[in-house]
Every structure is written in structure tokens, then in C-alpha cells.
């Protein structure tokens, strides 16, 4: 009986119909994608124009690439909770190092080199420091014979050292660390 109630003809127009509509559906997600594609590609463009882009760092964004130890110590915030990783793992005096010298790199004054020379020996290369930082022997002999009369570039090896041993050692660490996913559980509290 069902037969009867349906004609050929109608059949017909019911399956154009249906193949109307998915063939709308077909286009209508092409159109969606690519708008889709511009908006990203417009989002973009607004970050990278943005100069607070480049140097803020979010955990969550990063999923699958990891920021440099360069980028991140540019960040504030990363710079931060890296300094307390560190300090957690009683080894902030390779940061504080580095940081002391990148201040250091920044003096313009001969009577400020001197004694901001003298300060940095004294405080982590010196044999009787309390923060003492682990360089080889020779860039040990080496800073100390510079020191005589200082100059910018006296503390590069030993910084370079210092980045290299942070860079191998506890930056991978710190990366794995709660100190560093808290960044991005941070940074969603503050949206």
C-alpha cells in the first residue's frame, strides 16, 4: 500500500532535495572555514603588531613548543617564578649572577665598573663566597687577573658558563615544575 501513496516523481524530488541540502551543508563549511581562516589570520596580525606579544609568555599557549631560557627571561613574571624555582632548589645564585651582570653590561662609568667589578667578585666568585657560582678554574684565574682594572666584557665567559649550566640543567626542570604550570593557571584567573 505504501507504494501507492508515493509516486515515482515525488521520490525523486525528495532525494534532490536531500542532496540540495548537503550539498548547501558542503559549501556553508567551506565558507564558515574560510572565514574561520581570516579571523585567525586577522587575530595574528593584531599579536604580532602588538609589542606586549612578543615578550609575554603563557604556559597554555605553548602546549606543544616550549619557550627559550632567553625569552623567558625577558618576561617579568616568567623571570620571577623562575627566580623562586630556583631559590626552592638552593641554586639562585646562578641567576642572581647572571642577572648582576647583565646589570653590570649596562654601566657606563669606569668608577662604576670598578666597583661594581669588585662587588660581583666578591659576592659570587670570590673562594670565600657565600654564592659562590661553579666555574672552571681558568675562568675563575681569568676574572680575577681582569680584575686589576675591569672592564665590560670581564665576566662574559663565566656568564656564558652560567647560562649554558641553567640552560641544561634547570631550565628543563623548571619547565616541568609547578612553578611554571602555575603561570598558565594564573594567567586564566586574571581573563
Known amino acids: 500500500m505504501p507504494k501507492l501513496l508515493f509516486s515515482k516523481i515525488r521520490i525523486y524530488e525528495l532525494k534532490d532535495i536531500l542532496q540540495k541540502r548537503t550539498q548547501r551543508r ?9 572565514r574561520q581562516k581570516k579571523d585567525i589570520q586577522c587575530i595574528l596580525a593584531q599579536k604580532i603588531n602588538d609589542e606586549s606579544f ?14 627559550t631560557l632567553e625569552t623567558l627571561l625577558k618576561d617579568e613574571r616568567c623571570l620571577a617564578a623562575f627566580r623562586a624555582f630556583l631559590r626552592s632548589e638552593f641554586s639562585e645564585e646562578n641567576i642572581e649572577f647572571w642577572l648582576a651582570c647583565r646589570d653590570y653590561r649596562k654601566t657606563i662609568s669606569p668608577a662604576d665598573l670598578f666597583w661594581k667589578a669588585t ?11 657565600q654564592r659562590e657560582i661553579n666555574v672552571d678554574h681558568h675562568i675563575h684565574e681569568k676574572i680575577k687577573r681582569s680584575m686589576k682594572a675591569p672592564a665590560l666584557c670581564c665576566f662574559d665567559e ?14 628543563s626542570r623548571f619547565l616541568r615544575s609547578d612553578a611554571y604550570l602555575g603561570l598558565g593557571r594564573k594567567a586564566r584567573t586574571f581573563w
Open 26 to 34: 558542503r559549501i556553508d563549511i567551506l565558507l564558515s572555514r574560510k
Open 54 to 67: 612578543s615578550t609575554k609568555i603563557n604556559p597554555e599557549d605553548n602546549r606543544g613548543i616550549q619557550p
Open 119 to 129: 662587588e660581583i667578585y666578591q659576592e659570587f666568585l670570590h673562594p670565600q663566597a
Open 158 to 171: 663565566a656568564v656564558r658558563h652560567v647560562y649554558k649550566l641553567m640552560e641544561s640543567d634547570s631550565y
